[in-house]
């Protein structure tokens, strides 16, 4: 029998991933999706199977975190054997925007899952991966952070996002259940939504070095962050389920860059070398070399490329994030497979391919749009 695995948050980056990785494994995946008035699902088109299609292994249902009847029935239909609730609110800086839609659906929506399982008499069958960050450090206890760091949650979406946590925690010692959190440190891809700032830089230079676009705004450009590749990430959530006994586990590289860091990086890439003068708001990143063997760079030294816009402030700020991935080491045999400079590396090719795509088309006399938020 076909391992039957049912994915919340599929239409996003982790999810896509991971649904790629358990097809490959042989399982029969569903997928929920939510209803939207335009497709959000390009990062799962490649692998879409349509309900014409006989054999099929990837199947997707309509239904919402925030709808407790629609995660009934589906879950009642599928009869998951694990569960990976991806689906999230997962925009730290909107959930201040949007702070109760964000509790409602990041904290709530995971409490409906698993009474969805109880109510449904699956609790001996269904494992439960539960999609915890490392935002719930926030203002940091202790460096690196481990699965023993207490939390000092900063924002609504951290806060939502710990309720989840202790609730997987409570139905795992109240119902026995095999439910597990992994505590994920940021992980990034060519597929990371365009507003994280990793993809927002990847994006904006890659489009600056062709001339599509001016200037880079940036807020906190100090904030330090343990960057690692999403397609990694997704392996381990799967391993968490394969244990003889549910745990928590933190998931990171152990290794630190600063935002600063990420866009010197990305810039070397593309070929500039950048320089940074000024302090604070009125900071900002030069051209200072460009290297012609990276071909075709069309900035000049001395344009100014990069600027701190305070709009990007957030009220309050996780400033260090660093993970002590030792435990999922030791139980998981963890082993991070793509470096920083990997990292980087990829996400830039992937947007200067997509530049380049934009670019013929407005050669070709066609408008393309440019949201840099
Ligand atoms: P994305 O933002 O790329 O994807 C979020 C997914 O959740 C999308 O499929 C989105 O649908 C869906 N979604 C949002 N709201 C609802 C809702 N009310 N009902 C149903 N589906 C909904 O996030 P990532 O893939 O990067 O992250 C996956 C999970 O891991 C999230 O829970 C995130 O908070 C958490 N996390 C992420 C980390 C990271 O660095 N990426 C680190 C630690 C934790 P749509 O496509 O329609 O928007
Ligand atoms: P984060 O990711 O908040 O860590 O949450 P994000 O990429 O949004 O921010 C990382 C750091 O960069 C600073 N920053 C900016 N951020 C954005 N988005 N835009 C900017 O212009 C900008 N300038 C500086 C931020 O202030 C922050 O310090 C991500 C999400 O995937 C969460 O869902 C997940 O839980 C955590 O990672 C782990």
Known sequence: MKKKALITGVTGQDGSYLVEFLLEKGYEVHGIKRRTSLFNTDRIDHIYQGPHETDRRFILHHGDLTDSSSLIHIIEKVKPDELYNLAAQSHVAVSFEEPEYTANSDALGTLRLLEAIRILGLTGKTRFYQASTSELYGMVQEIPQSERTPFYPRSPYAVAKLYSYWIVVNYREAYS????????????????????????????????????????????LNALRDWGHARDYVEMQWLMLQQDRPEDYVIATGEQHSVRDFVERAAGELGITLSWSGQGIDEVGTVEQVDPAKGDVRCRPGQVIVRVDPRYFRPTEVETLLGDPTKAKNELGWQPRTSFSELVAEMVRADLEEARRDELCQGEGFQTFNHHE
């Not at 990371?192 to 830089?201: D, L, Q």
């Open 177 to 220: 259940m095999y439910a597990c959190n992994g505590i994920l440190f940021n992980h990034e891809s060519p597929r990371r939504g365009e507003t994280f700032v990793t993809r927002k830089i990847t994006r904006a230079l890659a489009r600056i070095v062709l001339g599509l676009h001016d200037c880079l705004y940036l807020g906190n």
